[in-house]
């Protein structure tokens, strides 16, 4: 019976600290957001936040931080200035998300040459998954940044609606809407026959 009771107490014990290590690294895993920011990545000697429009990579005030990186206080880079983003998963290393800026040359150095990069921010295997998160979503907002879409134009209808009303309060005479409709429907015709002369090689006068 003693040794039942001894072997239920160490495996409790065992128990309790794998629940407590595990807690740990879930904590470390994920940061609070004081600044509203969308996402937060708690690197090993940087904090990485993701904004709409911005990131911002502050130094640890830490010893490792502050030998890697030399400098104190956080920089802010404008998603729209980032031209290009590298990407190492943490296996048997740590892995690092690395910013290049415009007029910069995206490094080929790898690991070694991110070290000594203001613009990487290196991180466990346990953020494997929120920096992989981190680059998806800043390539996406690089690309709807850098290709806005473009404002539908209005169609002929709309403009011979909006004729019809600038007519009907008396902005426009009869001549004048009749004009105007007429220079409308043209430009119409003129884009229908090239389009014609393109497709087909006809030339239509």
Avoid: C
Wanted: charged fraction near 20%; charge should be positive; glycine fraction near 8%.
């Amino acid at each position: 019976m003693f040794l039942i009771m001894l072997s239920y107490f160490a495996a409790w014990g065992l128990y309790s600290r794998y629940a407590k290590k595990r807690a740990k690294s879930k904590a470390m895993a994920a940061p609070q957001n004081p600044n509203g920011a969308l996402h937060v990545l708690d690197g090993v000697t940087d904090v990485l936040e993701v904004f709409e429009n911005k990131i911002s990579i502050t130094a640890k005030n830490t010893g490792l931080g502050l030998l890697a990186r030399g400098r104190k206080g956080t920089k802010t880079i404008p998603i729209a200035s980032i031209s290009a983003i590298q990407f190492f998963e943490a296996k048997t290393t740590n892995g690092y998300i690395q910013f290049t800026l415009p007029g910069g040359v995206e490094s080929g150095g790898g690991i070694l040459a991110a070290t000594t990069d203001e613009n990487s921010v290196f991180f466990s295997k346990l953020n494997n998954e929120r920096a992989r998160a981190i680059r998806d979503y800043l390539d996406q907002r690089i690309i709807e940044i850098k290709s806005p879409q473009l404002a539908r134009p209005s169609s002929v209808a709309d403009e011979l609606e909006k004729l019809a009303q600038l007519k009907e309060r008396g902005v426009l005479s009869e001549a004048e809407f009749m004009a105007a409709k007429s220079k409308l429907m043209g430009g119409v015709a003129v884009i229908f026959a090239m389009s014609i002369t393109l497709t087909t090689g006809v030339f239509i006068g």
